[in-house]
């Protein structure tokens, strides 16, 4: 699985921080490794110099093997929680997503039982 971070003019983006999405995702995803092809991430400050209240955004967006892109988005008032929370809401899309294939791939191969009198 590839992870790619993109930041925007109003964010540093340095190693440190790479390394930290590098190990949120990861660890969010790992379970999902064996679908995933590549992960980007993209953080922005909206508000720049400005203060405010959820001003930092993250999306995710995951290209998972014989489906359309997953993305998600996240408002934190911090890098770290917007992170966390993409994350979050990315397993939750997956489940959902691969969940739902693995159940009909479940009820196609499962054969049909009749009950005995």
Do not use: W, Y
Request: overall charge negative; proline content about 3%.
């Amino acid at each position: 699985m590839q992870i790619h971070l993109n930041t925007d003019h109003n964010l540093k983006g340095g190693e440190s921080l790479e390394s930290s999405v590098r190990a949120t995702v990861e660890d969010a995803l790992s379970r999902f490794s064996a679908h995933i092809t590549r992960v980007e991430v993209h953080l922005a400050d909206e508000n720049a110099a400005k203060s405010g209240g959820a001003d930092k955004r993250c999306v995710m967006e995951a290209r998972v093997e014989g489906h359309a892109p997953v993305a998600v988005t996240e408002h934190a008032s911090t890098v770290g929680q917007a992170i966390d929370g993409a994350a979050e809401r990315l397993v939750h899309r997956l489940d959902h997503i691969l969940g739902r294939q693995r159940d009909q791939r479940v009820r196609a191969v499962a054969p049909v039982v009749d009950e005995l009198p």
